[in-house]
Antibody
Framework: EVQLVQSGAEVKKPGESLKISCKGF????????IGWVRQMPGKGLEWMGIIYPGDSHTRFSPSFQGQVTISVDKSINTAYLQWGSLKASDTAMYYC???????????WGQGTLVTVSS | DIQMTQSPSSLSASVGDRVTITCRASQGISNYLAWFQQKPGKAPKSLIY???TLHGGVPSKFSGSGSGTDFTLTISSLQPEDFATYYCQQYNSYPLTFGGGTKVEIK
């Protein structure tokens, strides 16, 4: 069974750094893209960016380019989403999802809630 | 970027109703359109890809159609478990973009 398991909820202060993770199980991790999706409180889904674990190639939404870093460690089947300096406006639920060019976002992680507050 | 516009943004319906949700792309996306269902406090669930292909395990009461710029998601007979928010997404070109969502509520 394909599973994506995300790291737990985080509470951070503005200006702090953060790295959240998404670990894949039950499939060839290096062969499928991993996408990240933001959902701010009470709002819709926003596509942030995507990474191909096989070669670490990434694509970003212009809205998130330069604001976050997406990386991967294929030796442990894990993708990461990282912030260098958090803002209150980064408070949201973040989902990872498996993606292929033929079948988009077919399996989702459970989500990681990030709260940024002073 | 390709803009995805869903309508309506919300609707009220009764159990047993037939429900149709529309998604329009700002430019042609062939059939590279997916639909997702999200219930409160849960991760989204993939329903349909390639505009009309159901993911495994998705009941046949869900159907999708369309090509180019105009797409629809239809639920043939609404059941209590179908009350949720539905999103479309285009994957024709980067950045991938979602519609704003349609919340289906109980009348």
């Amino acid at each position: 069974e394909v599973q994506l398991v995300q790291s737990g909820a985080e509470v951070k202060k503005p200006g702090e750094s953060l790295k959240i993770s998404c670990k894949g199980f039950g499939y060839s991790f290096a062969s499928y893209w991993i996408g990240w999706v933001r959902q701010m409180p009470g709002k819709g889904l926003e596509w942030m960016g995507i990474i191909y674990p096989g070669d670490s190639h990434t694509r970003f939404s212009p809205s998130f380019q330069g604001q976050v870093t997406i990386s991967v460690d294929k030796s442990i089947n894990t993708a990461y989403l990282q912030w260098g300096s958090l803002k209150a406006s980064d408070t949201a639920m973040y989902y990872c999802a498996r993606h292929s060019t033929s079948i988009p976002l077919d399996s989702w992680g459970q989500g990681t809630l990030v709260t940024v507050s002073s | 970027d390709i803009q995805m516009t869903q309508s309506p943004s919300s609707l009220s319906a009764s159990v047993g109703d037939r429900v149709t949700i529309t998604c329009r792309a700002s430019q042609g996306i062939s059939n590279y359109l997916a639909w997702f269902q999200q219930k409160p406090g849960k991760a989204p669930k993939s329903l349909i890809y390639d505009a009309s292909t159901l993911h495994g395990g998705v009941p046949s009461k869900f159907s999708g159609s369309g090509s180019g710029t105009d797409f629809t998601l239809t639920i043939s007979s609404l059941q209590p478990e179908d009350f949720a928010t539905y999103y479309c997404q285009q994957y024709n070109s980067y950045p991938l973009t979602f519609g704003g969502g349609t919340k289906v509520e109980i009348k």
